[in-house]
């Protein structure tokens, strides 16, 4: 991963298996904000935050309007879809394996087009992460890009992300499958050792239908044990072809 300072233009924003970024021109504020003890005094210097009880939000997405098949009117007009979003973070180039990355599942709330504008423009606001039933269960939304968007056709014999130390809190994925054929899984491994065959599975999406853009998110028990070091991997079934991106967020509290 390189460091230093980036631009806007160094992001990617993927949502739902499709990559919006054509159609982009911002997106934020990125926010985690943890809710305020509620039995604690008014006049207490410093008030209490409820671990995990965090509000998410990736703001609002705005765009330009695009009519084409899947353009960003086609796939993302209307409100009231869940939709699972990976804003990936290139640091001074295209996001690369390993960069950060900010994700979560979010409520698309509406979709509103300025006419006046040329060219149109279009702004997609999205709910916190608390408006959602049955959502994740880690105040996590940062983590590891540990596959930058690419074209898979073979498993992955590489060392892994060095994460410093093996913890035991647990941690989710989230995957971006963009085309492909066939079926496959996608899968998080880690290992104590960082040599290809000391990788084990960690999370996997189970064998899924490549031949049409989805994503999705599994997650681990809050006392699951990740080792130190975590790399992508994808097992082929009939697929010989597999165009996605993966994330790991690691939990730490």
Avoid at 47 to 70: H, P, R, V, W
Avoid at 82 to 108: H, S, T, W, Y
Wanted: proline share 4%; aromatic share 8%.
């Amino acid at each position: 991963m390189t460091t230093g300072r980036t631009t806007l233009d160094k992001s990617r924003i993927y949502v739902d298996g499709y990559d919006m970024s054509g159609y982009s021109r911002s997106f934020g504020p990125l926010s985690c904000v943890f809710a305020e003890g509620v039995d604690d005094a008014v006049t207490l210097p410093v008030k209490a935050t409820l671990l995990d009880q965090a509000e998410i939000s990736i703001g609002s997405l705005n765009g330009l309007f695009d009519n084409s098949a899947n353009g960003i009117h086609a796939l993302m007009k209307g409100a009231g879809v869940k939709r699972n979003v990976m804003v990936a973070l290139g640091i001074q180039a295209a996001p690369a394996n390993n960069d950060p990355v900010f994700c979560g599942a979010f409520e698309q709330l509406g979709y509103y087009g300025d006419p006046a504008n040329n060219p149109v423009y279009v702004t997609i606001p999205f709910g916190g992460t608390g408006q959602l039933a049955g959502n994740i269960n880690y105040a996590q939304p940062w983590g590891s890009l540990l596959l930058a968007k690419a074209t898979k056709t073979a498993a992955n014999s590489a060392t892994g992300l060095d994460q410093l130390a093996a913890t035991t809190k647990g941690g989710w994925m989230m995957y971006q499958l963009f085309a492909g054929n066939g079926t496959a899984s996608l899968k998080v491994q880690h290992a104590s050792t960082n040599s290809d065959g000391s990788f084990s599975d960690l999370l996997s999406s189970g064998s899924i239908d490549c031949s049409n853009p989805t994503s999705g998110i599994v997650q681990l028990a809050k006392t699951a044990t990740v080792n130190r070091y975590v790399r992508w991997q994808i097992a082929l079934g009939t697929a010989t072809t597999v165009t996605l991106a993966i994330s790991f967020h690691r939990n730490y509290k």
